[in-house]
């Protein structure tokens, strides 16, 4: 049986260490806040007091921390077994992605850079796509896990790959947010109902599932949260300076990245990302 080290069981960490315990890994669980691992183990998991305690004798160490220095500050207390595979699956940009591959050559461990697509309700259900990136025979032998947490793998060749499409993904998913909380908070300054520019673009070329979903929750004023809008800013950051890296003007990024970080700024950090229509509505 393989044992995995599920290292950060926060929003994303713990659904997809339930469903590695479901398809018959024998799953080892840590958290900084132990309290948020302990449920784990009703279903199977061993929780540990520390990171290296879990790491101990694991095929495979995953980890699901906030950002590139608490990854890295985590797993410098891990010694990695011979022949385990490391795979890192926060966004943590392409800087933190290069630093923590550094971190994993000095420790002797294959490393795979595997963030995902969905937050927590897609990590319950097994929807995630996986972004994975790293050396073929790593990918090789983690398929499997990383199929028994998502419906779909997508393989893209060596590291940072998969950190660097996260990133174009990422901005796309907040862009479509913030546009939409716009769009809302300007029908309401018209005049008008915001839900008739909802049922206006209903069902054509335009319309986006996901503008449904999250305008919902705006109009609503459900902001329970599945993506915490202080990690979507931390991420909209991220996509401005790979993009600067790249010699690509983000105008919209620009934008973006204001937005929610302006929405953080009035205290709705730890509300969803749509929480970021109150940057926009007065």
């Known amino acids: 049986m393989t044992t995995v080290a599920v290292l950060g069981t926060g929003m994303m960490g713990e659904p997809i260490a339930r469903n590695l315990l479901r398809a018959g890994f024998d799953v080892r669980a840590w958290n900084r806040t132990r309290e948020k691992a302990e449920p784990l183990a009703a ?5 540990c007091d520390s990171a290296a305690e879990a790491a101990r004798g694991a095929d495979v160490v995953l980890t699901m921390l906030t950002d590139a ?90 590291v940072p790959n998969g950190s660097k499409l996260k990133l174009v993904a990422n901005l796309w998913l907040l862009a479509i947010t913030e ?8 029908a309401d300054g018209l005049g008008l109902d915001p839900h008739v520019f909802l049922d206006a673009i209903a069902g054509s070329q335009t319309d986006c599932v996901y503008v449904h979903l999250k305008a919902d929750a705006m109009l609503a004023g459900n902001f329970e949260p599945s993506f915490k809008l202080s990690l979507a800013a931390k991420d909209a950051g991220l996509a401005v300076e790979a993009a600067e890296r790249a010699g690509v003007e983000m105008r919209v ?11 953080v700024e009035l205290g709705h950090g730890d509300e969803d990302i749509a929480a970021v229509y109150f940057a926009t509505k007065r």
Do not use: N, Y
Request: aromatic content about 4%.
């Open 253 to 263: 990024g620009h934008a973006v990245h204001e937005a929610f970080d302006r929405a």
């Open 179 to 186: 546009g939409g909380a716009e769009a809302l908070a300007f």
């Open 69 to 158: 220095a608490a990854t890295a500050e985590t797993i410098e207390e891990v010694a990695f077994d011979d022949g385990a595979i490391w795979i890192q699956m926060a966004t943590v940009g392409l800087d933190g992605t290069e630093r923590l591959a550094e971190i994993a050559q000095e420790k002797g461990v294959a490393f795979v850079d595997s963030p995902v697509l969905g937050t927590h309700a897609p990590a319950e259900e097994r929807k995630l796509v996986v972004l994975a990136s790293g050396p073929d025979d790593a990918l090789d032998r983690c398929a499997p896990l990383l199929e028994a947490i998502s419906a779909k793998v997508e393989r893209l060749g060596p």
């Open 43 to 47: 279903d199977g998991a061993t929780v």
